[in-house]
């Protein structure tokens, strides 16, 4: 479906980013993968994209909080494949600690990179976008870009920030054959929720296991985790021919999350 299209997905050497990377592949896109890790475990993806999917993948090692580094990774991209189509901006951290607590560095860096990142790449790759009359921008949000969890005030205030970022975006672009929607993905095991997870069994003293369906049940109807490639699979819907007239909504894909 999107063959001959390149996709670039930020933080996509992890979870959800990595998912969405080869759901993209799976559909023909040339691929831009993007995060931190190890060098050898980045190659060994990289690689595997080619060679599972047919396609071409480069990796950005690029800093998503640096503006500079955001541009030149999307120059470099426009570059090498022609265009770039597809932005999925996914990258993104977590901090827990009550507002009083809360270290003024880790306000700045979820901030920097769950949301001044998406205003640095979308402000480069909208000129290339608009020029072409094609693109597809898709902003992963969260369930806490709608509604509010304790403990999370950076998470929370730059989730919300990248849904109006999204809407300003919108309509922005609108009558440039571009789209731009966010998605608000309920709990997903990652490594990011992991960690959570972990921290929360320490503390109970209970395994991770044990610690599990709570941890989803207290805020999902749904008692289970969304699968990272669903988000994947949303990402690609969004990026369709049928989804050409969708643009600044907050899709969510939560369990049952907001409904409540
Ligand atoms: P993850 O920790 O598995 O992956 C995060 C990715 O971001 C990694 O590839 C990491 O290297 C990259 N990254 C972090 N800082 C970066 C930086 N400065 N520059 C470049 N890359 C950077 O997390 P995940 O759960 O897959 O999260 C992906 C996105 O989905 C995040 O925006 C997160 O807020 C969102 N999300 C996750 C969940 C969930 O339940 N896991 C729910 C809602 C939203």
Known sequence: MLKGKTALVTGST??????????????????????????ADIEKERAGLEKDFGIKAIYSPADVTKGAEVADMIATTEKTFGSL????????????????????EKWDAVIATNLSSAFHSIRAALPGMKKRKWGRIINI????????????????AAKHGIVGLTKVVAIEAANDGVTCNAICPGWVLTPLVQTQIEARAKTSGKTFEEESLPFVS????????TKPENIGALAVFLSSDAAESITGSAYSIDGGWVAE
């Open 14 to 39: 992890s979870g959800i980013g990595l998912a969405t990377a080869r759901s993209f592949a799976a559909e023909g896109a040339n691929i831009v993968i993007n995060g931190f890790g190890d060098k």
């Open 218 to 225: 207290e805020k999902q109807p749904m008692h289970k985790f």
């Open 85 to 104: 189509d597809v932005l999925i901006n996914n990258a993104g951290i977590q901090f827990v600690a009550n507002i009083e607590d809360f270290p003024v």
């Open 141 to 156: 949000a969260s369930a806490h870009g709608l509604v509010a969890s304790p403990q999370k005030v950076a998470y929370v």
